[in-house]
Each structure stands twice: as C-alpha cells, then as structure tokens.
C-alpha cells in the first residue's frame, strides 16, 4: 500500500507544469528579460584507461556505523535470492544499540565460507538489532496543504484531467516526513542524517531528502500553493551545504562523497519568483556562493583551449570517493571483480560514484565503450547540461546579488555567465549537429593543464542532454538558435509516441532508450515554451501532451505514477538499472 501511494512526485510537478503549459500564453519575453538578467537564452571514445596512473583524487571518510552496514549488505547478498534483494535495504538500517555490542553479535553468527547464514538465523538477527528502513522518519502533517487549494491550475478545465491533478495532489500528505529525535539526540546509530525542518521525500526505496529531485518536487509544490513546505526544503539543503561545503547527493550519512546536478540557486529563484521572499534570497546568497566554490574547485573544473586561442574554464562531475557505493556496495564489487589489481578497482569506483553524482546512473552516454559497463569514465567528461545548470547559477546569483544591494557580486556573476555562454559556443556547440554535446577529455590530462579542443572529443551520439541548454534563457531567447535546435531535435530520433527518450542506444541500462525522463521532459519544454518561435513553441505543446497522456494512461492503468516511462508505449512505465522500477510521489514530473 506504502508504495501504491509514493508516486514520485517528480512527475507530479513535471505534470502541473505541463498542463499549466497547454492551458496558458506564455509571458511576454521582453518582460521576462527585464525582470532578471538574461538566462543562458562522441564518437571519441579511446580504450578503458584504468590501468594508467594512480588514483590519487581526494576520499570523503565514511561512517564506522557505514562500514559495518556494507558488511551486512554482502551476507545479505549472499543469503537471499538476487530478485529478493534490494541493497539499499540493508544499508539504511538503523541500530537498536550500540555499534560495538551489534558487531560482536553479529561475528558470533555461524557463517559459510561464502560469508552466507541460514535465512532464519539472518532474519531473526536483523530483527533483533536493528530497526526497520525508514522508521528513523517521522510522518508529519504538512503545514499548508489544502485539499483544493485557491487558485489551483485554474485554466485545466477538463474535468477528468483536473481530477487526476487534484489526486496527484493529495498524495503530498503521504510523503511529509521529519527526521526522528533519535537521529538527532543518537546520529551514530542512524545513517539518516539530521535535517532542521520538516520535508519531502521521493518515496518507496528513498526514504531520504534528494538533492536534484528536490527542484521538481519545489515547482509541484508551489503548483500546489504550498510555499512554506517549498521554502523547508531549501533550509534543509543549505543546513547540508552549511556542513559539509556542498549539497549532498542525499540526507545519508553514505552520500557525504558527492554531490548531485546543482539546481539550488534554480529552486530559490522559482520560491522567489512565486513569493518575493527577500529573506529567503538573503538567505541563500551566502550559500549559493559557497556552492558556485564547490563546484569551481580543482578537482571539478578543467580548461580548454578552443582554436581562437581562448582559455575556458568548464566543469566535470567528480566524486570523493574511491570505493564500492556503500548503497550498492555488494554489486559495485561483482563489476569490478573483471580488474586485475587494487588501483584499477578504485578507478572504477571513483567512476561510478561520479555517475551518481551526475544523476544519469547509468548511461551509454558515460562509457567509452557503451556495450562495457566497467569502461565508466565519468570524470573524463564536460556534461554539457552540467555546465549549463552552473551557467544558471550564475545567472541567478547575479540576480539575487542585484536585489540584495551587492552590485559587485552581482557584476561578477554576470561576467562569468557570458563567459561561460562563449565557451558553450567554443567547447560544447555542433553546428553540424545543431546541438550542444558533451566533450570528452584526453584521459590523464591535470585540472590545471589546459586541454586543446579537438573536434574529435565531442561525443557526437544523440543525448537528451544535448537539448537541455535550451532551458537557460541566454539561449532560448535567441530565436534562430531555437529553430536551428528545434529541427535538430525533431529529426534526432529521440521524439517518440509517449516524450523524448534518454538516449538512442538500447542498454537496459535505465538512463537510455526507450525511458523518459520528467526532469528532461520538463527542461525541454519549458525551454521550448520560453522561446518566441512559433514552430518550437508548438513542439513544446505536442511533447508535452505525448507525455501527459502517457502518464494519465499508466495512472489509470496502475494507480501510481512512475520515476520512468517507456516512451515507445503510451502507458508504459520503464525498465532497466540495478533497482526494481519504482513508484513514489516524491517525483512526479510533468507529462
């Protein structure tokens, strides 16, 4: 029943948006630019190279509490069936007691020489020292939720579709969670980490605040006139960023080595535009600014020098971390069993940490052979959707900065927003193409070294990602650009019968063909929708019903929605990736 009522709410918001997208004309871009300033309107692909050098990156510590949860993981591995068995469900136990008094009892089990226990002897042991997954949250009413808000999608008149939104919305009061007192007067007996205020979760098997999710769920919410539980999830993202310097991929203590897309800044402006908070704004500022460091610093930033003997700066997803995801950690160590010493084996896993840092995890689009899971190399890549949502943050910065009185922040941010929009012209632009594409790096290249741009580094396979761009305005307000990519995008094969697919490249891997995506959907379209070209803008109104109608059939069809979609099928929800697909609200992303 729990999981028939986590419908991830991704989708719900990608849905609110979408529809209120169909329903009304968009604002007038003039008035858009002078409210704010402008938003950003491979077939290279050389062998697996971890054999060369040595990781030397820097490690994120874990937790004593982490290390002896992996352990259970693997017996766990061990004992169950693989179709019984969820890893993450192991690592998000919590101790009933001590850790020392737990690990004893644990080493007195009989064992295989597998590391493998009889089922009865496990289960009766998880039982007996440690509380279930998820019982270190709190279900909490949410402060401002209404069961028909005022002013709630007005112009969806359609009455079946405006009582499919109204369904979706209730499911918020399922996913509002506080942190427990345990977590807070007892953290070393959690990996949930403590968190302020209460929020939302995604749902099903995550039980714990996201970081990119968060801005999907904050555009649902404030759909759903629910500004101050929009405004609780920005002050639990910068107590994260408070603590440790960046935004956490998640609120567990595992995740602590990486980060996840940076759309911080994104959701303050979208609270801001909807609610004029100045305090939120003064706020978020300061940490904004520490997150823009975080994600300049050496390890994530490299140069290239283009052929007008320019020098720019762009960023990688890199994680600090050089182990088997302790989330995953049982299946991290059966891919990489196929490498021959220890170095190789932290060099792949630093390259699956950084997939999960991007969100991608996993795609064809990060491996240097795409039928080789194990040629991973993440870190050897320029995202260009990444260096386009640190192109936003700029731009928002730059914005904030403006209302708060700090000209010369503000300045500085704008500066560097049309440096960066030049790079994209140099680095990441395919005329032939009309796309911008991700760049692969020259493997062994330090951050510091610039790089010269080779024609042959940009990875030339068709991505959604290669569209996301369009979704800064400092892009979509240049019109010509936007038909060139619109037609670009109509002929690319990624436009399907239910929205746009990941990718061309059949993997089963769960960020490729056929699945879709809302947080791509809705970058898109609303990308699309922004522009003053009447073709683009009614591209955007056909993805957006494709994706709609896709979602309201597998609705009715399952009683939930879902994190993907096959877009080959109306109605069909996706398949692919380590996990079971999943079901939550915490996701609802706009059809």
């Given at each position: 029943?729990?999981?028939?009522?986590?419908?991830?709410?991704?989708?719900?918001?990608?849905?609110?948006?979408?529809?209120?997208?169909?329903?009304?004309?968009?604002p007038?871009?003039?008035?858009?630019?002078?409210?704010?300033?402008?938003?950003?309107?491979?077939?290279?692909s050389?062998?697996?190279?971890?054999?060369?050098?040595?990781?030397?990156?820097?490690?994120?510590?874990?937790?004593?509490?982490?290390?002896?949860?992996?352990?259970?993981?693997?017996?766990?591995?061990?004992?169950?069936?693989?179709?019984?068995?969820?890893?993450?469900?192991?690592?998000?136990?919590?101790l009933?007691?001590?850790?020392?008094?737990?690990?004893?009892?644990?080493?007195?089990?009989?064992?295989?020489?597998?590391?493998s226990?009889?089922?009865?002897?496990?289960?009766?042991?998880?039982?007996?020292?440690?509380?279930?997954?998820?019982?270190?949250?709190?279900?909490?009413?949410?402060?401002?939720?209404?069961?028909?808000?005022?002013?709630?999608?007005?112009?969806?008149?359609?009455?079946?579709?405006?009582?499919?939104?109204?369904?979706?919305?209730?499911?918020?009061?399922?996913?509002?969670?506080?942190?427990?007192?345990?977590?807070?007067?007892?953290?070393?007996?959690?990996?949930?980490?403590?968190?302020?205020?209460?929020?939302?979760?995604?749902?099903?098997?995550?039980?714990?605040?996201?970081?990119?999710?968060?801005?999907?769920?904050?555009?649902?919410?404030?759909?759903?006139?629910?500004?101050?539980?929009?405004?609780?999830?920005?002050?639990?993202?910068?107590s994260?960023l408070?603590?440790?310097?960046?935004?956490?991929?998640?609120?567990?203590?595992?995740?602590?080595?990486?980060?996840?897309?940076?759309?911080?800044?994104a959701?303050?402006?979208?609270?801001?535009?909807?609610?004029?908070?100045?305090?939120?704004?003064?706020?978020?500022?300061?940490?904004?600014?520490?997150?823009?460091?975080?994600?300049?610093?050496?390890?994530?930033?490299m140069?290239?020098?283009?052929?007008?003997?320019?020098?720019?700066?762009?960023?990688r997803?890199?994680?600090?971390?050089?182990?088997?995801?302790?989330?995953?950690?049982?299946?991290?160590?059966?891919?990489?069993?196929?490498?021959?010493?220890?170095?190789?084996?932290?060099?792949?896993?630093?390259?699956?940490?950084?997939?999960?840092?991007?969100?991608?995890?996993?795609?064809?689009?990060?491996?240097?052979?795409?039928?080789?899971?194990?040629?991973?190399?993440?870190?050897?890549?320029?995202?260009v959707?990444?260096?386009?949502?640190?192109?936003?943050?700029?731009?928002?910065?730059?914005?904030?900065?403006?209302?708060?009185?700090?000209?010369?922040?503000?300045?500085?941010?704008?500066?560097?927003?049309?440096?960066?929009?030049?790079?994209?012209?140099?680095?990441?632009w395919?005329?032939?193409?009309?796309?911008?594409?991700?760049?692969?790096?020259?493997?062994?290249?330090?951050p510091?070294?610039?790089?010269?741009?080779?024609?042959?580094?940009?990875?030339?396979?068709?991505?959604?990602?290669?569209?996301?761009p369009?979704?800064?305005?400092?892009?979509?307000?240049?019109?010509?650009?936007?038909?060139?990519?619109?037609?670009?995008?109509?002929?690319?094969?990624?436009?399907?019968?239910?929205?746009?697919?990941?990718?061309?490249t059949?993997?089963?891997?769960?960020?490729?063909?056929?699945?879709g995506?809302?947080?791509?959907?809705?970058m898109?379209?609303?990308?699309?929708?922004?522009?003053?070209?009447?073709?683009?803008?009614?591209?955007?109104?056909?993805?957006?019903?494709?994706?709609?109608?896709?979602?309201?059939?597998?609705?009715?069809?399952?009683?939930?929605?879902?994190?993907?979609?096959?877009?080959?099928?109306?109605g069909?929800?996706?398949?692919?990736?380590?996990?079971?697909?999943?079901?939550?609200?915490?996701?609802?992303?706009?059809?």
């Amino acid at each position: 029943m729990f999981i028939r009522l986590n419908i991830l709410f991704f989708h719900s918001t990608v849905i609110y948006h979408l529809l209120s997208l169909l329903s009304e004309r968009p604002p007038h871009l003039l008035s858009l630019l002078s409210e704010r300033p402008p938003m950003a309107a491979a077939n290279h692909s050389p062998s697996s190279p971890y054999s060369c050098g040595k990781d030397s990156g820097p490690v994120i510590p874990t937790t004593s509490l982490v290390t002896f949860l992996e352990r259970i993981q693997e017996t766990a591995f061990q004992t169950y069936e693989r179709s019984k068995f969820d890893h993450k469900d192991f690592i998000d136990l919590s101790l009933k007691f001590d850790l020392s008094t737990t690990v004893k009892a644990f080493d007195e089990i009989s064992k295989t020489e597998n590391g493998s226990v009889s089922t009865k002897d496990f289960e009766e042991f998880i039982g007996k020292w440690f509380k279930s997954a998820g019982e270190d949250l709190v279900y909490v009413e949410p402060m401002d939720f209404e069961t028909e808000p005022h002013g709630f999608l007005p112009k969806v008149e359609n009455p079946e579709v405006r009582a499919w939104a109204l369904e979706v919305h209730g499911l918020w009061k399922k996913l509002s969670r506080e942190v427990s007192s345990s977590v807070h007067d007892h953290p070393e007996l959690h990996t949930l980490l403590p968190l302020p205020v209460p929020g939302m979760i995604p749902g099903s098997r995550f039980r714990e605040v996201y970081y990119w999710d968060s801005y999907w769920v904050i555009r649902g919410l404030l759909a759903s006139k629910m500004h101050e539980t929009a405004k609780a999830i920005v002050t639990n993202l910068i107590s994260l960023l408070d603590t440790y310097g960046y935004v956490l991929n998640g609120a567990r203590a595992y995740y602590t080595n990486r980060s996840q897309p940076p759309l911080l800044s994104a959701m303050v402006y979208e609270i801001y535009n909807r609610t004029g908070d100045v305090d939120l704004v003064k706020k978020a500022l300061p940490a904004l600014l520490k997150e823009y460091q975080f994600w300049n610093s050496e390890i994530h930033t490299m140069i290239i020098h283009d052929a007008e003997n320019c020098n720019h700066s762009l960023n990688r997803y890199y994680a600090m971390w050089n182990k088997p995801r302790p989330e995953a950690s049982a299946i991290d160590k059966r891919f990489a069993s196929k490498f021959l010493n220890v170095n190789e084996k932290q060099k792949f896993y630093r390259e699956l940490a950084s997939t999960a840092e991007s969100g991608w995890d996993f795609s064809t689009r990060w491996m240097r052979n795409p039928s080789e899971f194990t040629s991973l190399s993440t870190t050897t890549i320029l995202p260009v959707d990444l260096n386009a949502f640190i192109l936003r943050m700029e731009l928002d910065i730059a914005f904030f900065a403006k209302i708060v009185g700090e000209d010369a922040i503000a300045e500085d941010f704008l500066t560097a927003s049309h440096t960066r929009k030049k790079a994209f012209n140099s680095v990441f632009w395919n005329e032939n193409m009309g796309q911008w594409v991700d760049y692969w790096l020259n493997y062994g290249a330090e951050p510091k070294e610039p790089q010269t741009w080779e024609a042959q580094n940009q990875n030339q396979n068709v991505f959604a990602s290669n569209f996301v761009p369009l979704w800064i305005d400092l892009f979509n307000s240049d019109t010509p650009l936007v038909e060139k990519v619109t037609r670009s995008l109509q002929s690319s094969g990624l436009l399907r019968a239910a929205g746009i697919a990941t990718s061309l490249t059949n993997s089963g891997h769960q960020w490729d063909f056929p699945n879709g995506w809302a947080p791509i959907q809705h970058m898109i379209v609303e990308g699309l929708w922004r522009s003053a070209s009447i073709e683009a803008r009614k591209v955007a109104r056909d993805i957006a019903e494709r994706w709609i109608r896709a979602n309201y059939v597998a609705y009715k069809k399952t009683g939930t929605m879902h994190e993907k979609y096959n877009v080959e099928k109306c109605g069909e929800y996706g398949a692919g990736g380590i996990y079971r697909p999943q079901v939550s609200v915490g996701r609802m992303e706009w059809c």
